[in-house]
């Protein structure tokens, strides 16, 4: 069965009330395309965002979840108030999750484990550092966050993982393709479920690199930050996973 190209857009902590234009803007480009489109909005646009998209070919997403469902947790939302808002996906363990927050793999799995329990698609973002991977030793990094980092699948939870070299996130620099091709490579071998499982590749996505990233075989999509904010950009993204 082909796995369907999932685009994903991440606008991390930006994005006004004034902003909601851009799901009107990107809503025939989604509707046109075979990708899957998902736009993850800071957590005070969600249910604007997912009212705006009602009826169109664009999901909406959070960008991280308390790993419990309620409680006295100052400030944190849980996966199913995410869900409540309109969400279908959750990001966790984005690397700046990860080093803003000091999450733990085991933090990251427990909130994977509470998106699944809310009946929502968690996206789990592995990756590695620059000295990691200068140091050589980028797969076993990213194999000790896979291991550490997935939930207990069962066979009918679905499971997306984004491949995102740290040093490539926001920095204009993006894994070469080779590299790219090997670690999805890699990943996909290392996964539980690998034949149905999306690996989505980020860092530093952009409209004049998207087609070469995308036509690699284990690649089934991209998780965009930069490049989403802006509807041309993102659009064109968008036109360029054609298939
Ligand atoms: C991200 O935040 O997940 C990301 C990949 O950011 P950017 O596209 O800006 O590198």
């Keep these: 069965m082909p796995r369907t190209v999932m685009i994903a857009g991440n606008w991390k902590m930006n994005g006004l009330s004034a902003d909601l234009g851009f799901f009107d803007t990107i809503a025939p480009v989604a509707r046109a395309s075979a990708a899957e489109v998902l736009v993850c909005p800071p957590a005070t646009l969600l249910a604007a965002a997912a009212g705006r998209c009602s009826g169109e070919a664009i999901l909406i997403g959070g960008q991280d979840c308390h790993a419990e469902k309620s409680g006295a947790h100052t400030g944190d939302i849980s996966a199913p108030m995410l869900r409540d808002a309109g969400a279908s996906h959750v990001i966790v363990g984005h690397s700046e999750r990860r080093i803003d927050h000091a999450e733990s793999d085991a933090d990251v799995r427990a909130k ?115 490049a989403s904010l802006k509807a ?11 298939r």
């Design 112 to 226: 994977a484990e509470a998106v699944l329990a809310a009946g929502l698609i968690p996206i789990v973002c592995v990756g590695e550092t620059r000295q990691e991977r200068e140091a050589g030793q980028a797969e076993d990094v990213v194999r000790q966050q896979l291991s550490g980092s997935l939930p207990g699948v069962s066979q009918n939870s679905e499971l997306v993982i984004a491949y995102e070299p740290v040093w490539a996130i926001g920095t204009g620099l993006t894994a070469s393709v080779s590299d790219v091709a090997s670690m999805h490579a890699f990943i996909r071998s290392a996964l539980p479920e690998p034949l149905t499982t999306r690996i989505l590749y980020g860092g530093s996505v952009k409209p004049d690199n998207a087609a070469a990233l995308l036509s690699l075989a284990d690649v089934d999509g991209a998780l965009i930050g930069g």
């Design 232 to 242: 041309s950009d993102f659009t064109s993204i968008i036109e360029a996973a054609g």
